[in-house]
């Protein structure tokens, strides 16, 4: 059975209730809708809580199941609600939110490295982005700070729809070598920052970020790795 995505209507949900529509033979907790993103696109799944009538279960994480279903994966064995009981879902907002700040910064990152990513990770205090790049950076530091003055532009993060048809028509949408976008649902959702005049980004995510740019904050930018003959892998830093 389809989850509900509820963290797709809306990335600053803290709490929702649910309804439990199965348990997987692992132990996971399949519920109708989900607050918690299931790991994907290199972005970690949620982690949380689980209320119910007479139990709570904390949750380390949140995976794809079957059929569009969203698996809650409990930290430790335990008593689990049974199927068709109602549950209070609560999420570690501070790591979520942290995801999304890193997600939206990453995405900057792309901008100010106009190169084919060949890999990435999002962690909740560092994301690292792998570009096809045969020779380093001639200055970090200029591209650090290319990174913030586009953070502090505060500008606006939204989504757009478009068909799969259309995205087949404009490959040059898609930056990620190594992720394919989310496609064989008949639409694509696109993060845009930025409009009009002032969009600098649009890409196929499927993602949580944050609703502006300024609320990623300061930012750093690691040392630059070598990882194969022309992969280099640039890691960006929160600075709280």
Known sequence: MTSHLLFRDDP???????????LTPEGGIVVDASLFYPTGGGQPGDAGWLDWDGGEVAISTAIKGEGGAVVLVPETPGALPPAGASV???LDWDRRYRHMRVHTGLHLLSV??????????????????DFDMPEPPEDVAALE????ALVARDLKVGEDWITDAELAANPGLVKTMSVAPPVGQGRVRLIRIGAGADQVDLQPCGGTHVGRTGEIGHVTIGKVEKKGRQNRRVSVFLSD
């Open 112 to 129: 100010v490295i106009p190169l084919p990513v060949t890999g990435g990770q999002i962690g909740d205090r560092k994301g690292r982005l």
């Open 88 to 90: 209070l879902q609560r």
């Open 12 to 22: 600053y949900l803290r709490k929702a209730p649910a309804r439990v529509t199965g």
């Open 145 to 148: 700070e290319q990174l913030n």
